[in-house]
């Protein structure tokens, strides 16, 4: 009985963690935004994550649409860093169904900075 226990909490563990791994390396979509990034800090109690909120103006006088992004790597996110305030463009991975908040807030991870002149 114990070990048919011990068997079922393994392959349930297997499958998490192999869930898992396909939705962080599987993307949904992916694209650029262009706007302004206001925001990017490092939060989280146990799981510390780079998370960022960019402003999207269309035109100006009109209210910005705002644009909530996880940042993977700290070499993304102090280039991101050296250029708040500025207009940039996002690449950005949009991966779905991530089981837990440990890797990220958004189901947006951004993957390149471009400044725009």
């Known amino acids: ?6 068997g079922l ?12 791994w396909i939705t962080l390396h599987w993307s ?10 206001q925001k990017l800090s ?3 109690f146990v799981c510390k994550t780079w ?5 999207m103006v269309t035109m100006p006088g009109t209210v910005a649409e705002k644009f909530y992004f996880t940042v993977p790597t700290d070499a993304v996110a102090v280039k991101l860093n050296a250029n708040v305030g ?22 947006y991870f ?5 400044v725009m002149e």
């Open 28 to 37: 949904y979509a992916e694209g650029e935004r262009a706007g302004f990034v």
């Open 42 to 44: 490092k939060k989280g």
């Open 9 to 20: 909490v393994v392959i349930v563990l297997l499958g998490v963690a192999g869930f898992t």
């Open 86 to 107: 500025k207009r940039m463009a996002l690449h950005y991975q949009q991966h779905k169904w991530i089981p837990t908040s440990c890797f990220g807030e958004t189901e």
């Open 110 to 114: 951004v993957t390149d900075v471009r």
């Open 51 to 55: 998370e960022g909120e960019m402003a």
């Open 1 to 6: 009985m114990v070990k048919v226990l011990v």
